[in-house]
């Protein structure tokens, strides 16, 4: 791509707009009487008789790398790493794969008793408690199944675009297993904590565990709720609610595909537990949920890439030079309103860049994307300069195939000294109401534009998809 494209202009927006219009207005017809269903389940609990609950949780596998797994492989026989995540082997074949083995261990672990499940269906209080810069938090939530409906609905809203690949995979293991391992981690808005008063009368019994786990970030707590009266007025309390997907884009639409597939070969006969899915629910506005940027580098990029870069960043954004890295931080905090984004160049050019004139980089952005998308910094990172400054491709970004996502600004840093990356970029958090403004628009941003802590653990409750 030559310099000269970037200044073509684009064409289509009021048809864009019409057409928006057009769809949000056959929503509402469409999904008017629509609202949230959860439903209490039969969970499958380790035994706490026979197993160290410590030792056999995890973090969600999405986070998970190689040296984590061969950790919690190590940590236990029982860890729920061979389930949610068991290890590949050069000689896997379509009979003896991951998958398989991870259908055959839990077949084993329930004969065994290792697993058990609960006799009446119930819900869920979660809890995590955990210090963060040396302050006291807890992340409270809701442990429910949840009647799956389109996105489109509003019942359920994302707010990430989604990748073709861990959709396949967890399918995968939604098939062999018959199993939901992780939760879809939502949240919901309740201001008063109307909702928590009411649950936090449920924590006068004992917790079905008290699980003190350093190496995995706290104290985990859960209770369960079995009692019919409680539970419906729970499920009224939801009814009216709106559930904006924090992590778990994947699962929701792995979930929706497991759905088809059993509509399509049972037909009415199908298991009604396969038309609902695993959520935790969370307070938007609790001060436990912690959101977080996830950054980026590139690598591999031609001499012509990093030149057109570099020339499109001068003519399209202001840029403030800093002297540091503490420097570019604080700089793009600062100045977190007019979208910036941190730039890191290998010969240590540190530069907070910022749009000059918007005007002049909205035909970059795709038709239909509201004004509000485009001022979020990590889709201005996307559409002007991964996909038109550096010429990256939907494709090549979805296969990451010379970009990484990356959570701590430290490793980007890192990067670029080590010559592992030839630019980096640095975003700033998303705040939560920024998140429920666009998820409320049906704006979705590129994938991994979020990183929400604590993350939920994966091990205490299991949703099975089959009676």
């Known amino acids: 791509m030559t310099i000269a494209i970037l200044y073509q202009e684009a064409a289509g927006k009021n048809r864009a707009s019409k057409k928006k219009d057009k769809i949000d207005n056959f929503n509402e017809r469409k999904y008017d009487e629509v609202m949230l269903k959860i ?91 955990f210090t963060k810069d040396g302050k006291q938090f807890v992340l409270r939530g809701l442990m429910a199944t949840m009647e799956l409906v389109d996105l489109e609905a509003g019942i359920i809203v994302p707010h990430e675009n989604t990748l073709k690949g861990p959709i396949e995979d967890r399918l995968k293991l939604y098939e062999a297993c018959e199993c939901q391992f992780s939760a879809i981690y939502t949240l919901y808005a309740d201001k008063d904590a109307h909702i928590e008063t009411y649950i936090d009368q449920v924590k006068k019994q004992p917790p079905l565990y008290d699980v003190q786990a350093e190496t995995l970030g706290g104290n985990y707590q859960l209770w369960g709720i079995y009692d019919k009266e409680t539970i419906k007025k729970l499920q009224q309390l939801f009814k009216e609610k709106t559930l904006y997907i924090a992590d778990g884009h994947h699962r929701y639409k792995t979930a929706r595909q497991y759905q088809e597939k059993q509509q399509a070969s049972a037909g009415e ?21 912690h959101i977080y940027p996830t950054h980026r580098s590139c690598f591999d990029l031609s001499a012509r890439q990093l030149d057109n870069l570099t020339k499109g960043l001068n003519i399209y954004f202001k840029q403030d030079i800093c002297t540091s890295k503490d420097e570019l931080k604080k700089k793009i905090s600062e100045k977190q309103a007019e979208s910036a984004i941190g730039v890191i160049f290998p010969d240590r050019r540190y530069i907070c860049i910022s749009v000059k004139d918007w005007a002049q980089v909205n035909h970059f952005f795709k038709e239909g994307i509201s004004d509000d998308l485009k001022q979020v910094d990590v889709t201005l990172l996307h559409s002007v300069i991964l996909e038109a400054l550096l010429s990256l491709t939907p494709s090549s970004i979805s296969k990451q195939e010379n970009l990484r996502y990356i959570k701590d600004d ?25 998140l429920k403004k666009l998820s409320d628009n049906r704006d979705k941003m590129p994938q991994k534009s979020t990183y929400f802590e604590p993350k939920l653990i994966t091990g205490l409750v299991i949703n099975p998809l089959s009676d």
Request: net charge negative; glycine share 4%; proline share 3%.
């Open 269 to 289: 006969t199908q298991n009604e537990l396969a038309n609902r899915c695993f959520v935790l629910m969370a307070n938007l506005y609790d001060e436990g949920i």
């Open 410 to 434: 430290k490793q980007v840093f890192q990067e670029i000294e080590e010559g592992k990356a030839q630019v980096g970029f640095l975003l700033n958090a998303l705040p939560l109401e920024t």
């Open 39 to 129: 439903y209490p389940f039969k969970a499958l609990r380790y035994n706490k008789n026979k197993i160290n609950i410590e030792q056999v949780l995890s973090a969600p596998y999405d986070i998970i790398d190689t040296d984590e797994q061969t950790e919690l492989y190590a940590r236990a026989k029982q860890n729920i790493i061979r389930l949610i995540l068991g290890k590949v082997s050069d000689t896997d074949t379509a009979e003896n794969n991951r998958y398989t083995r991870a259908k055959k261990t839990l077949a084993a672990w329930k004969e065994n008793e290792i697993f058990i499940q609960d006799k009446d269906p119930g819900l869920y209080c979660y809890e995590h408690h």
